[in-house]
């Protein structure tokens, strides 16, 4: 909000004397600062909302890949290439808004703690009777030490070099309380590539209370 007020504040007083282009600029900052502050109120309502029990899950039988591809896309990564390596078909039963809600704050966290153009990995596969989704950066990685603390809410722990990353702190821990609504688990590993590896562990069990064997055997 103070960030937002300035660069109002700013473009008023200073209004006749900007040119055009310097007009559009300073828009552009609030506009980004405004999509910045309702992507917080989002995440602190929805950690509310989890948190007293409140917000309501409707899974049902669908096909995990579509649902995983149409989330990774439709969220801004900046200018990182997404890299999806995702099966045909992987029936699970699962809230597609919710899951949609994970696989975009993994990616945002992806994107802010890793190296513009650097790329940003999402893989698929099916493990036994579980799907397995890993998005991977190539980022500084989170030491071993810190690994449950990201997931507290309001986290606010820093790699090096990107202490003034802004943001509540909230991301991981909506992931992982979606993932375990859908009764599965996330952890964080090491990327093959470097970087950080975060790993969400679904159970393929159909919406009607079946088992997931006549999903794609990958």
Known sequence: MSTLRGLASTT??????????????????????????????????????????T????????NLPTAVS???RAVDVGEHPLELDLPDALEASFDGKRLAT????????????????????????????????????RGPGIPQERREEVFERFASWRPAGYEGVPGPGLGLFISRAIAAEHAGAIAIADGPGGGTMLAVRLPLEGADGTSGDDAVDL
Do not use: C, K, M, W
């Open 70 to 72: 149409a989330a990774a």
């Open 102 to 137: 994970l696989v975009q704050q993994l990616l945002r966290n992806a994107a802010r703690f890793s190296p513009p153009e650097e790329p940003i990995s999402i893989r698929l596969r099916r493990e036994g009777s579980d799907a397995v989704l890993e998005v991977e950066d």
């Open 12 to 53: 008023l007083a200073h209004y006749d004397g900007l040119s055009d282009e310097e007009r559009r600029e300073f828009l552009g900052l609030i506009r980004q600062e405004a999509e910045r502050l309702e992507e917080t109120v989002e995440q602190v309502a929805t950690a509310l909302r989890l948190d007293a029990g």
């Open 55 to 62: 917000l309501r899950f409707e899974p049902i039988r669908q």
